[in-house]
């Protein structure tokens, strides 16, 4: 099952490395024959807009199983561990009430506009909707995932990094920097 897991999140980042290669082609040659030939390409800037909403929310699902979302935990150091486990727990019920009224709502909006069509590709609008289930079903399941290890004690709270304090933390994270060596030392 793990695998499974790993090799569906591989192929969403996949998805949305091809997303942003995508939208910087349309993007950038549509500016290009503007400019030097005096033409466009006429669903550029739609097509374009779509990529970026669904590269948004399924990079949001991805930050969402890494805990990358940027957050502040001092109060949860602060409190003792029941207290903690229990903030913990409330925040994540609201979690997944917002998460809850963001696929209901995306569900709606996808329903009512499935027949509608954008005015220069012709696609569905019910695609540009899409993309909050695609961001809610998977959020949700991960809340939910995390709400349970935390209740049953496989994730503890006091060691757990469930948000990042800042983005230069996050960047240290990904991208170690090496112990420099003492030049005073002798071998």
């Not at 030097?36 to 807009?49: C, V």
């Not at 329903?111 to 609008?125: D, E, K, W, Y």
């Not at 290890?149 to 991208?175: F, N, W």
Request: net charge negative; with cysteine; proline share 5%.
């Amino acid at each position: 099952m793990v695998r499974i897991i790993e090799f569906f999140f591989l192929m969403l980042k996949a998805v949305i490395a091809l997303l942003l290669a995508g939208m910087v082609v349309l993007v950038f040659g549509n500016v290009v024959l503007r400019y030097a030939f005096n033409a466009g390409i006429t669903y550029s800037e739609e097509l374009s807009r779509i990529f970026f909403v669904w590269l948004t929310f399924l990079g949001a699902v991805v930050a969402m199983r890494e805990h990358a979302h940027l957050g502040m935990d001092s109060l949860l150091r602060r409190l003792p561990p029941s207290g903690a486990k229990a903030a913990v727990l409330c925040g994540q019920a609201l979690m997944l009430w917002a998460t809850w009224l963001m696929i209901s709502g995306s569900w709606t909006q996808t329903l009512i506009n499935l027949h509608v069509a954008a005015p220069a590709t012709g696609i569905s609008m019910g695609m540009f909707y899409g993309a909050g289930i695609a961001f809610g079903v998977p959020a949700f399941l991960i809340i939910l995932w995390d709400a349970f290890a935390i209740a049953t004690g496989r994730i503890d709270i006091a060691t757990a990094e469930l948000v990042r304090e800042s983005e230069d933390q996050l960047a240290l994270d990904e991208h170690p920097v090496p112990p420099v060596a003492n030049p005073i030392a002798k071998p």
